[in-house]
């Protein structure tokens, strides 16, 4: 499950838009926000490119998208 808050606050930090943060992705605007609000799930390489762009720790990542529920 990941965390919509915690990540669009390093999407904001980073100014990135979530336009351009799907286009980064490879994904379409609606895809990133079926992501964003658990209805798909990051893939592993969608999770490894968010941690290069935003510069995140491995804390951080975990914060993101290993919550339980």
Do not use: P, V
Request: proline share 0%; glycine share 2%.
């Amino acid at each position: 499950m990941t965390d919509k808050i915690k990540l669009e606050y390093f999407l904001k930090k980073a100014k990135i838009t979530k336009r351009e943060f799907a286009e980064k992705l490879g994904i379409s605007l609606q895809g990133l926000y079926n992501k964003l609000n658990n209805i798909t799930e990051f893939k592993q390489a969608e999770i490894t490119t968010t941690c290069e762009l935003l510069h995140l720790s491995n804390r951080e990542r975990d914060e993101i998208f290993l919550q339980q529920m």
